[in-house]
């Protein structure tokens, strides 16, 4: 995930004049164009139907998730009464899967929020007040770094009672230990950018307390960053729970995707082909992270200015490429930013060298 630093994200902000218009007016510079990306809209979208899902699931599941219906040695596939079919235990697929999102879509939220809190409390603390406290909050975050997420999570279950992994919250706030890092080192790196500028140093000198420097000139411009760690660290609560759901670290009592991956394993879905078992929960698990993905990425397109100039860039290219078909550039090349004039004469000349 790229980043541009504040000062990149002040200056790119700054209305420019476009040309003028034929009736002599001229064009305002781009407005608020964050609702405009598809990617935004999509993944708002997606977002909006999970979060539909997880607050009415179990109340339009048709049956029972633990009710079991015929007697039958094998899961039944999907039928006009059970349209994702049964388990091995005949319970309707599409009862637990609509009873699961819930709990993982509570389970990451809460993740997210308490990882995003830490993240912008030990980072934002560490960059801006410098010295000793940013050596050892920095020397914290690294230590969470480098250790290995699953198999701390894996011991730290091992520890809990089965009341305890039954508990979301705690299930929750366990997931928010291992995941806070990553947000506060990113959140570090700009707030020792934002320290040392002007409307800092103005609200120090007229006398103003740290903590209200930071909530007042700070936070405000590390807004989007701190969205941009919200959603990463959902997606990572999302991951982080299925996982351990999957390997049966969670109590069974409240359903869950991962739980139902879970049963499905032991009974070999898979290699006995009962497919309808374990690909709608999994297909689920994939697009919430997909949709948290796709919020990520346009919010990362809208505050790093490298990546909206090529976002830019692009689409000029394809309106005056003609035909309409959009020009091709090459992965991992920064395109460069040029006035209308010689970007015009630029591509005439292309037009003109090509057989």
């Known amino acids: 995930m790229t980043l541009g630093?504040?000062?990149?994200?002040?200056?790119?902000?700054?209305?420019?004049?476009?040309?003028?218009s034929p009736g002599g007016a001229v064009r305002r510079g781009r407005g608020f164009a964050l609702p405009r990306s598809?990617?935004?809209?999509?993944?708002?979208?997606?977002?909006?139907a999970f979060t539909v899902l997880a607050v009415f699931g179990p109340t339009l599941a048709p049956?029972?998730?633990?009710?079991?219906?015929?007697?039958?040695p094998v899961p039944l596939p999907p039928s006009?009464?059970?349209?994702?079919g049964t388990t091995q235990l005949q319970q309707d697929v599409l009862s637990q899967l609509l009873s699961g999102g819930r709990s993982t879509f509570l389970v990451a939220f809460l993740a997210g929020l308490v990882a995003t809190a830490l993240?912008?409390?030990?980072?934002?603390?560490?960059?801006?007040?410098?010295g000793l406290a940013d050596d050892l909050l920095s020397m914290l975050a690294n230590i969470f770094l480098v250790m290995p997420a699953l198999p701390l999570l894996i011991i730290l279950f091992g520890f809990l009672g089965s009341a305890s992994t039954n508990d979301n919250l705690v299930i929750g706030l366990i997931i928010s230990v291992t995941g806070w890092a990553w947000g506060a080192r990113v959140l570090r790196a700009q707030t020792l950018s934002l320290r040392n500028r002007d409307y800092v140093d103005s609200a120090r000198l007229i006398g103003e307390r740290n903590w209200r420097i930071i909530t007042t000139?700070?936070?405000?411009?590390?807004?989007?960053i701190v969205a941009s760690s919200f959603l990463f660290t959902v997606l990572y609560?999302?991951?982080?729970?299925?996982?351990?759901?999957?390997?049966?670290?969670?109590?069974?009592?409240?359903?869950?995707?991962?739980?139902?991956?879970?049963?499905?394993?032991?009974s070999n879905a898979e290699t006995n082909g009962y497919w309808w078992w374990f690909v709608p929960p999994g297909l689920a698990v994939a697009l919430l992270g997909t949709a948290?993905?796709?919020?990520?990425?346009?919010?990362?397109?809208?505050?790093?200015?490298?990546?909206?100039?090529?976002?830019?860039?692009?689409?000029?290219?394809?309106?005056?490429?003609?035909?309409?078909?959009?020009?091709?550039y090459v992965l991992g090349l920064t395109p460069v930013v040029r006035s209308p004039e010689l970007s015009d004469a630029g591509a005439a000349a292309s037009r003109g060298r090509r057989p």
């Not at 409390?121 to 560490?126: M, N």
């Not at 982080?240 to 995707?257: E, K």
Request: aromatic residues 8%.
């Open 5 to 20: 630093t504040g000062a990149d994200l002040a200056q790119d902000d700054a209305p420019q004049a476009g040309p003028a």
């Open 38 to 48: 598809p990617k935004i809209l999509v993944g708002l979208g997606m977002l909006l």
């Open 63 to 72: 049956y029972d998730p633990t009710r079991s219906f015929a007697n039958s």
């Open 80 to 84: 006009a009464v059970h349209w994702l």
């Open 119 to 130: 993240s912008v409390l030990i980072g934002v603390t560490a960059g801006f007040l410098g």
């Open 217 to 224: 000139e700070i936070l405000p411009n590390l807004t989007p």
């Open 237 to 266: 609560g999302v991951g982080t729970y299925t996982a351990l759901a999957f390997l049966g670290l969670v109590n069974s009592v409240n359903w869950s995707w991962g739980t139902m991956l879970f049963s499905a394993q032991l």
């Open 292 to 328: 948290l993905a796709l919020l990520n990425f346009g919010i990362d397109e809208f505050i790093n200015p490298r990546l909206r100039v090529a976002g830019l860039s692009r689409r000029q290219a394809g309106r005056r490429r003609p035909g309409g078909l959009p020009r091709r």
